[in-house]
């Protein structure tokens, strides 16, 4: 079963444009969401992370909008650059810290110019 | 401040042969994940361990997977008798305290059973 899901599978954007990702959940326990940017060959670098106790959180181009009541959250790159093409992971855990991140299938980002 | 450090980068095994993953968390951290990530999917957690314990294992297959992280030295994920589907990349993660909820990845193991 699924936890977190995760789409579209792969998006191809435009340079200058915006870039959407979205995650749903299941458990409503989860209270922690950050979202993973993936090079290939190379480990996932923690991007952005968010509570439940506020619906956005922006650093710099990446911003997280959250919806508790919908049980979704979403990745908007803006003014996107060939530079982010990667693979993004979002996740999800639950608890006071340290428990398991449960991961989405990963959208594959390419940014054309 | 040295990220997390993972070797081998590649490690290519025959089946029924051992494998042995390294993992040295970042400076000053002392809870470590390890994690699993199969082609053209997301990572899936396997265990969660402490200087000395394992704090968390219900991710990690019942039989022929083992974990340690020993007073001194770096962590260790052990795969006995390996088949070909134990073919993936292993990540180890590292945070800084109890009750932190970042986890920062290392570069990743990249297992190939022939």
């Known amino acids: 079963q699924q936890q977190v899901k995760q789409s579209p599978q792969s998006l191809i954007v435009q340079k200058g444009g915006i870039s959407i990702i979205n995650c749903a959940y299941e458990?409503?326990?989860?209270?922690?969401f950050p979202w993973y940017q993936q090079f290939p060959g190379k480990g996932p670098a923690l991007l952005i992370a968010i509570r439940p106790d506020v619906s956005e959180k922006k650093e710099g181009r990446f911003t997280i909008s959250f919806n508790k009541s919908a049980k979704q959250f979403s990745l908007h790159i803006m003014d996107s650059q060939p530079g982010d093409s990667a693979t993004y992971f979002c996740a999800a855990s639950i608890g006071s810290g340290n428990t398991p991140l449960v991961f989405g299938k990963g959208t594959r980002l390419s940014v054309i110019a | 401040n040295a990220g997390v450090m993972q070797n081998p980068r590649h490690l290519v095994r025959r089946r029924g042969q051992e494998a042995r993953l390294r993992c040295s968390p970042m400076?000053?951290?002392?809870?470590v994940y390890w994690y699993r990530q199969l082609p053209e999917e997301g990572l899936k957690f396997m265990v969660y361990?402490?200087?000395?314990?394992?704090?968390?294992e219900s991710g990690m297959p019942k039989e022929r997977f083992s974990a340690e992280f020993p007073k001194e030295g770096p962590s260790i994920l052990r795969i006995q008798q390996v088949v070909r589907g134990d073919s993936a990349a292993y990540f180890c993660?590292?945070?800084?305290?109890?009750?932190?909820?970042?986890?920062?990845f290392g570069p990743g193991t990249r297992l190939t059973v022939t």
């Open positions: 400076k000053g951290h002392s809870h």
């Open positions: 993660a590292s945070s800084p305290w109890t009750g932190s909820y970042e986890q920062y």
């Open positions: 458990n409503t326990a989860f209270d922690y």
């Open positions: 361990l402490q200087k000395e314990n394992i704090i968390d």
